[in-house]
């Protein structure tokens, strides 16, 4: 069973640059969501995506974007980055919907706006 | 309304201690509450969870206890080991289970 990878690992951008990040889900996974982990905290939610539907949204602001594809991998797109954009990103998949269906993480994205 | 709060920040507990992390939450829809570990460069990782309508579960040496009214519930570990030490995270998700909010984090070290 493959877990939850995502790429880069690493990423350094310049204020105002645009970013992509990548997630592949878990095997069987049909529900993908974001989170943004600053230095010392909790994960934030992002998004999360559905059968290619986003069906939630933290509060994030709308340069924050995302995809899901056929194959359940998703993307997180952030436009005109800012210095508080730095953070840990990390994906998570998961089957369904269902309180009792967890969680699993990859490594994430470790993303450094200068 | 939708916060976690968890405390402590940092915990140091001697191997073969307890180690206790409390938790408490305002949002009354809130239904399931995991706890997830995370190791430095790695994701969160479940690690045990409960529902409101029991008042605790074990598995191995890791406890959940639930105190529906007070709105608070902790997670013990037994007999802590250095390979213990990491970063734990409470949590709560509900209405749909669109969104999981996580505590700030507690940092533990277990010394030998």
């Known amino acids: 069973e493959t877990g939850v990878t995502q790429s880069p690992t690493h990423l350094i951008k310049t204020r105002g640059q645009q970013v992509t990040l990548r997630c592949s889900s878990q095997s069987g996974h049909n529900t993908v969501s974001w989170y943004q982990q600053a230095l010392g905290q909790g994960p934030q939610f992002i998004f999360q995506?559905?059968?290619?539907?986003?069906?939630g949204r933290g509060n994030f602001p709308p340069r924050f974007s995302g995809l899901q594809f056929p194959n359940y991998s998703s993307e997180l797109n952030v436009n005109a980055l800012e210095l508080d954009d730095s953070a840990l990103y990390l994906c998570?998949?998961?089957?369904?919907?269902?309180?009792?269906?967890?969680?699993?993480f990859g490594n994430g994205t470790r993303l450094t706006v200068t | 309304q939708q916060q976690v709060k968890q405390s402590p920040q940092s915990l140091i507990v001697q191997k073969g201690g307890i180690s206790i992390i409390n938790c408490a939450y305002e949002?009354?829809?809130?239904?399931?509450f995991p706890w997830y570990q995370q190791f430095p460069g790695k994701g969160p990782a479940l690690l045990i969870a409960i529902r409101p309508d029991v008042s605790e579960k074990k598995e191995g040496r890791f406890t959940i206890s639930f105190n529906k009214s007070a709105k608070q519930f902790s997670l013990h570990i037994m007999d802590s080991q250095p390979g213990d030490s990491a970063t734990y995270f409470c949590a709560a998700s509900g209405e749909g289970y669109q969104k999981v909010t996580f505590g700030t984090g507690t940092k533990l070290q277990v010394i030998p």
């Open positions: 998570a998949s998961r089957t369904g919907l269902v309180a009792n269906s967890p969680l699993h």
């Open positions: 995506y559905y059968r290619e539907e986003e069906n």
């Open positions: 949002n009354t829809a809130f239904d399931y």
